[in-house]
């Protein structure tokens, strides 16, 4: 049987737009990942891999126009949005290239023998290696920064371990560019371009986990298309950690104080925040709890004002365009329902925002309203009106995890007057990154940064954003008296390298 093509098509129109390659067989995902096992020594040396991330950022930029364009055509997310995003991945991989040169992600520890100490220290020496082949699974709604060259690829490079990814199908003609870029990125630095694998199709996705030398995996995406490479991943004969982004409610709490205190700004905050992007963040607001009352009823005002006064846009493809339908059509049609706003088609390729309103009462219980505490992708948000804090927080109970938890306090609050130490104490087991008084659209590229939450977050404790994804892709390795002429560089006590390590105890940089 021939193998089946690869199509762009253009989400404006679901018109195909050109054949882009074939879907991989069994064979080729087995020789994409072989390419990139024996990849694995040129991108052993720290000054190499850092060259190399540098050489690839400086090739997106360089290629910008022409890979703009075609990632506009894909996904109609728009030149403006497009550009902000390349110029994020350009940086993260600048970013990484910093953290390989610093040194510090190695975790260098050394300790001399001490016979003193009960049980006595022999000689220990610490320090981080790279896992292997990264299997990579490509996200929809960033085709620069969580696709070819986004996060995960570029912390798994800087760990050291060459990657296959799996294209996602939405972006099929941008991943085979951004591919290219970085395989020539690589040749300049003498790393095989099998570093960098790329392969298209379902059922390579599914090879691709199963493959013995994919040594882990990083993904984003659905909790259901998530959840089956995670259950893959555990089922091999030789388990490897998967690290997975599946769905996110990220819920915001309105209190009482701050509707009262600044109503409108907080709803046209959150008319803001959910319709950004046509809703196709994966940290949009999916639930807010909005208190009863005058201060209540302005924000929602002000929200239908905003929210009704914005256009219709496209979805990445008709297939999310018409999950998007037939998910708001079902929530809308519960008991208790309301939509101010009704969201739905807005024409016969888009789709129109709005939002839902059901009183907290019914979501107190599990029962038939449990579909609204679950992730709508889209422009549409869930607005819980509730009673009281008691109510506020039995609704909190019964969420799952979260990427993010945002809460909207008074000034007064803020200023420590009140619930607010409280109410942050209550939000920090529900997400990895908890918000005061803004939105949880946009995800800073910073070293403190967290981007991961309790499952179905994700299904580790890892971030896919900010210096510390490096951390992923290493395990620890110690040697007990070895002599140093046979000890790696990294872990000599003259410190060849200049790498910030403990040393007897003594923290040096």
């Given at each position: 049987?021939?193998?089946?093509?690869?199509?762009s098509?253009?989400?404006r129109t679901?018109k195909?737009?050109?054949?882009v390659?074939?879907?991989?067989?069994?064979?080729?995902?087995?020789?994409?990942?072989?390419?990139?096992h024996?990849?694995?020594?040129?991108?052993?040396?720290?000054?190499?891999r850092?060259?190399?991330?540098?050489?690839?950022?400086?090739?997106?930029?360089?290629?910008?126009?022409?890979?703009?364009?075609?990632?506009?055509?894909?996904?109609?997310?728009?030149?403006v949005?497009?550009?902000?995003?390349?110029?994020?991945?350009?940086?993260?991989?600048?970013?990484?290239?910093?953290?390989?040169?610093?040194?510090?992600?190695?975790?260098?520890?050394?300790?001399?023998?001490?016979?003193?100490?009960?049980?006595p220290?022999p000689?220990?020496?610490?320090?981080k290696?790279?896992?292997?082949?990264?299997?990579?699974?490509?996200?929809?709604?960033?085709?620069?920064?969580?696709?070819?060259?986004?996060?995960?690829?570029?912390?798994?490079?800087?760990?050291g371990?060459?990657?296959?990814?799996?294209?996602?199908?939405?972006?099929?003609?941008?991943?085979?560019?951004?591919?290219?870029?970085?395989?020539r990125?690589?040749?300049?630095?003498?790393?095989?371009?099998?570093?960098?694998?790329?392969?298209?199709?379902?059922?390579a996705g599914v090879?691709?986990?199963?493959?013995?030398?994919v040594?882990?995996?990083?993904?984003?995406?659905?909790?259901?298309?998530?959840?089956?490479?995670?259950d893959?991943?555990?089922?091999?004969?030789?388990?490897?950690?998967?690290?997975?982004?599946?769905?996110?409610?990220?819920?915001v709490l309105?209190?009482e104080?701050?509707?009262?205190?600044?109503?409108?700004?907080?709803?046209?905050?959150?008319?803001?925040?959910?319709?950004?992007?046509v809703?196709?963040?994966?940290?949009?607001?999916?639930?807010?709890?909005?208190p009863?009352?005058?201060?209540?009823d302005?924000?929602?005002?002000?929200?239908?004002?905003?929210?009704?006064?914005?256009?219709?846009?496209?979805?990445?493809?008709?297939?999310?365009?018409?999950?998007?339908l037939?998910?708001?059509?079902?929530?809308?049609?519960?008991?208790?329902?309301?939509?101010?706003?009704?969201?739905?088609?807005?024409?016969?390729h888009t789709?129109s925002a709005?939002?839902?309103?059901?009183a907290?009462?019914?979501?107190?219980?599990p029962?038939?309203?449990?579909?609204?505490l679950?992730?709508?992708?889209?422009?549409?948000?869930?607005?819980?009106?509730?009673?009281?804090?008691?109510?506020?927080?039995?609704v909190?109970?019964?969420?799952?995890?979260n990427?993010?938890?945002?809460?909207?306090?008074?000034?007064?609050?803020?200023?420590g007057?009140?619930?607010?130490?409280?109410?942050?104490?209550?939000?920090?087991?529900?997400?990895?990154?908890?918000?005061?008084?803004g939105?949880?659209?946009?995800?800073?590229?910073?070293?403190?940064?967290?981007?991961?939450?309790p499952?179905?977050?994700?299904?580790?404790?890892?971030t896919?954003?900010?210096?510390?994804?490096?951390?992923?892709?290493?395990?620890?390795?110690?040697?007990?008296?070895?002599p140093?002429?046979?000890?790696?560089?990294?872990?000599?006590?003259?410190n060849?390298?200049?790498?910030?390590?403990?040393?007897?105890?003594?923290?040096?940089?």
């Open positions: 049987m021939a193998a089946a093509p690869v199509w098509v253009d989400p679901g195909q737009r050109e054949r390659a074939v879907e991989a067989t069994a064979r080729e995902v087995d020789a994409a990942v072989r390419a990139a024996a990849a694995r020594d040129g991108l052993a040396d720290r000054a190499v850092s060259a190399f991330l540098r050489s690839a950022a400086a090739g997106l930029e360089a290629a910008g126009d022409g890979l703009i364009e075609t990632a506009d055509a894909e996904t109609a997310l728009g030149p949005r497009l550009t902000g995003e390349l110029a994020r991945t350009a940086y993260q991989l600048r970013a990484f290239a910093d953290i390989v040169d610093e040194g510090a992600f190695l975790d260098v520890v050394i300790d001399h023998p001490d016979d003193t100490a009960t049980p220290v000689d220990l020496r610490r320090h290696v790279p896992l292997g082949v990264v299997a990579v699974y490509s996200a929809s709604n960033f085709p620069f920064a969580f696709s070819v060259a986004g996060g995960d690829t570029a912390s798994a490079l800087a760990a371990c060459p990657v296959v990814v799996k294209a996602h199908p939405d972006h099929p003609a941008l991943s085979e560019l951004v591919a290219g870029v970085l395989r990125a690589a040749a300049e630095h003498g790393i095989a371009e099998g570093a960098v694998g790329l392969v298209h199709g379902f059922e090879e691709l986990i199963k493959h013995p030398l040594a882990a995996a990083g993904f984003t995406g659905s909790v259901r298309g998530g959840r089956a490479l995670f893959a991943a555990a089922a091999r004969p030789v388990p490897i950690p998967f690290h997975g982004e599946l769905g996110s409610l990220n819920p309105v209190t104080d701050a509707a009262a205190e600044r109503a409108e700004e907080i709803g046209a905050g959150l008319a803001g925040s959910m319709t950004l992007g809703g196709q963040f994966c940290v949009k607001p999916g639930l807010v709890l909005v009863s009352g005058a201060g209540g302005r924000l929602l005002k002000s929200l239908t004002d905003a929210v009704g006064g914005t256009g219709a846009g496209v979805l990445l493809d008709h297939r999310m365009r018409d999950a998007f037939a998910g708001v059509r079902e929530r809308a049609e519960l008991p208790g329902v309301e939509a101010p706003v009704p969201p739905g088609a807005g024409g016969e789709v709005g939002f839902l309103t059901v907290a009462s019914r979501l107190a219980e029962g038939a309203a449990d579909l609204l679950e992730e709508c992708f889209g422009p549409v948000t869930v607005v819980v009106r509730y009673e009281g804090e008691t109510e506020a927080r039995t909190l109970s019964r969420l799952p995890g990427l993010t938890a945002t809460v909207q306090l008074s000034s007064r609050e803020a200023a007057e009140g619930r607010g130490a409280a109410i942050l104490a209550e939000l920090t087991p529900l997400a990895g990154r908890v918000l005061v008084n939105w949880p659209t946009g995800v800073a590229v910073a070293p403190a940064q967290h981007h991961g939450g499952y179905p977050a994700t299904t580790s404790t890892s896919s954003v900010g210096g510390t994804a490096i951390e992923r892709w290493l395990r620890p390795v110690v040697y007990q008296n070895a140093e002429a046979l000890l790696p560089r990294e872990l000599r006590d003259d060849p390298l200049g790498l910030p390590r403990r040393f007897n105890g003594v923290l040096e940089r």
